[in-house]
């Protein structure tokens, strides 16, 4: 199965793969239903979750009913569990909208919800991170994980999002990052898929973060949490969730 979901992931264009996915998601669902791990985002339990990934495969970590990953589910809890996210009326901006998310979000009555990506078929607005369309100062929360690391220019992406960011308002930027790397790795005369693959984890992404991440949001002018969520959680439900223990959820502020 693992070799199957890499030959998939790496020769299915990611705008097919979202729309295929919805006719997956209750088969695979049905096939694997069972009492051992439970995705937090729809309360459904199964007796084991998918393999995922471009590169390396990791197993047991992609949900058979929401398509989640460890990630998701992490900031599904600390969104629910830490925030008024689901509770007070917010204005949104959702980058690269997750299939996890997305019809729940859109769904949230206190949401005023909008996504954008240049490719994504769930995008409401088609635009280049790099160069927005929206005014400064517009969004209560923006949602933007695992984009950065598919961003030539980080730094003016990041800008971006500090711009259209209300003050005292929240943004969440999870990127995959190598937490016992220092420094950010950036090639770009890397341009191979494969070499990119090999290099970077996955074919389309063009640096591996480092712990300097943070830091570097800070340099922009927000003001950044590095919440370890998973240590507010028990070990047991660490493993029921199919987390990812000691993952970083950076939540990012303005003055």
């Not at 264009?13 to 919805?22: A, N, V």
């Amino acid at each position: 199965m693992k070799s199957v979901f890499k030959f998939i992931l790496n020769t299915i264009p990611r705008p097919l793969l979202i729309r295929l996915s919805y006719l997956t998601r209750p088969i695979l669902a049905l096939a694997l239903k069972g009492n051992r791990y439970t995705d937090p985002i729809d309360g459904k339990s199964f007796r084991s979750f998918l393999p995922y990934g471009y590169s390396t495969q990791r197993n047991n970590v992609l949900s058979p009913s929401t398509l989640s990953l460890e990630r998701h589910r992490l900031l599904w809890l600390y969104l629910k569990n830490e925030t008024d996210f689901f509770t007070a009326p917010k204005k949104v901006l959702h980058f690269a909208p997750e299939q996890a998310f997305y019809q729940l979000f859109r769904n949230q009555k206190n949401l005023d919800y909008t996504t954008t990506d240049l490719l994504s078929p769930l995008a409401d607005v088609k635009a280049d991170i790099c160069n927005l369309p929206f005014e400064d100062n517009t969004y209560d929360v923006i949602l933007c994980n695992h984009v950065l690391e598919h961003i030539p220019d980080d730094t003016k992406a990041m800008q971006e999002l500090y711009r259209v960011l209300k003050p005292g308002g929240l943004g969440i930027f999870q990127i995959p990052q190598d937490l016992s790397r220092e420094t950010t790795f950036a090639d770009n005369s890397i341009t191979d898929p494969k070499e990119r693959a090999k290099i970077f984890g996955q074919y389309d992404h063009v640096r591996v973060y480092g712990r300097d991440y943070f830091e570097k949001l800070r340099s922009i002018g927000f003001e950044v949490q590095e919440v370890d969520y998973t240590k507010s959680l028990s070990p047991e439900l660490v493993e029921r969730y199919c987390l990812a223990p000691g993952e970083i959820i950076p939540v990012c502020s303005k003055k």
